[in-house]
């Protein structure tokens, strides 16, 4: 009851603008992949050419095998989820649930069976007869999967569902959906811009700048190899320094920059192409002592206190700033304002990365 989804050098114009360039991705069966991106990368030309509301203007695309090309929205597997949900106010829960089926001639008792079985299943179980005005946002969202789901489709297609909703029930409804998933087994392709979003729930994500996919990876690799600037820069938050990179070796290599010299993790395909060096926050720390590699004197201009870490802005005698993010485990010692400190990060947790890569 899944299929699999690959895209073959799918391009998509509008005019002489190219919206979708070149994508190349498989979907696995019963996978939850997300395309990640910033508003206007392309995200949502993607899913219309898979659901088949526009075809691509290049490439192929299958769905479970079969090239869906010139397949109508209605002859495809497939079943999409918006933003806004528009749900029917004046019909029950349960008959919203299984209008679809109603539309297919299915008898009314079998409708209403498979509705109670579908409530359940977004753990609604005793919603069948309210109305939509009765529920709230996160409610609602999930009588939308459920309706979504009566037709059985092989791919759920979810475009930003949950954009719509607070802060609290997004953080909520990310693990709902990722347990709804988990229970269909169904394949669901998720679209954000949100990348905590798309780092809680998915099995792999790929991440879009302008039309083009960047990297495809698991959430762990995104965050912890991202392969280029605007990757890092999207997924997390870096301490950037512009440079030259000496001659690789063993996959690390010099770097001058004008705090000095640094050294780096070089990935083989950036070797040869204009570099900056990303290091996460987390990963450059403040100590009195300078520290052992990649140390700079820089002095404590700013402390914000965040909760679960402390963020500390330090700046060299340059002026640039340096983030360091302190864990608060309940005994982190914090850095006092005006504090003359070094700080370091370790050549492994810094990358030398090229920035996106872009048509042309
Ligand atoms: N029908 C259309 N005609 C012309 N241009 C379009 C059309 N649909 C989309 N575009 C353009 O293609 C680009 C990608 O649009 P798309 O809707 O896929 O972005 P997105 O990543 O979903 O963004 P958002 O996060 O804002 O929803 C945008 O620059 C948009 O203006
Ligand atoms: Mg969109």
């Not at 005005?133 to 409610?139: D, F, H, T, V, W």
């Amino acid at each position: 009851m899944s299929a699999g989804i690959d895209l073959e050098n799918v391009c998509c114009d509008f005019g002489t603008f190219r919206a979708v360039d070149d994508a190349n991705v498989s979907i696995r069966p019963g996978e939850f992949f997300s395309f990640l991106g910033p508003s206007g990368c392309g995200k949502t030309t993607i899913l219309r050419m898979i659901s088949g509301f526009i075809e691509p203007t290049a490439g192929v695309i299958r769905i479970g095998g079969q090239d869906v090309r010139g397949k109508r929205p209605n002859q495809r597997p497939t079943a999409l989820i918006f933003q806004n949900l528009a749900l029917f106010p004046l019909m029950p829960i349960w008959e919203n649930i299984s209008f679809g089926l109603e539309v297919r001639g299915v008898d009314k008792a079998t409708r209403r069976r498979k509705a109670e079985d579908l409530l359940r299943l977004v753990d609604l179980p005793d919603a069948a007869d309210k109305m939509v005005s009765q529920l709230s946002g996160g409610q609602k969202q999930r009588v939308a999967i459920a309706r979504a789901l009566a037709v059985e489709p092989s791919v759920m297609l979810l475009d930003e569902p949950l954009s719509a909703l607070d802060l609290k029930l997004r953080q909520h409804m990310r693990a709902e959906l990722r347990a709804i998933q988990k229970r269909t087994g169904v394949t669901f392709v998720y679209i954000t811009h949100d990348q905590g979003e798309a780092l809680a729930m998915s099995d792999r994500v790929g991440v879009m700048s302008q039309g083009r996919i960047q990297q495809i990876a698991d959430p762990r690799e995104i965050y912890n190899t991202p392969v280029n600037g605007f990757v890092a820069s999207f997924v997390g938050e870096n301490n950037i320094f512009e440079g030259r990179a000496g001659a690789a070796a063993g996959g690390m290599a010099a770097f001058d920059t004008e705090e000095g010299r640094f050294r780096a993790r070089l990935a083989p395909e950036a070797e040869g192409k204009p570099v900056k060096l990303y290091v996460r926050p987390e990963h450059t720390v403040l100590t009195a002592a300078p520290g052992t590699e990649n140390s700079v004197p820089v002095t404590v201009a700013e402390v914000s206190f965040e909760g679960p870490f402390i963020a500390v802005l330090a700046r060299t005698a340059k002026g640039r700033a340096i983030v360091s993010e302190i864990r608060n485990d309940g005994q982190a010692t914090v850095p006092q304002m005006g504090a003359a400190m070094h700080a370091s990060f370790a050549a492994e947790r810094a990358a030398l990365l090229p920035d996106a890569s872009v048509r042309g």
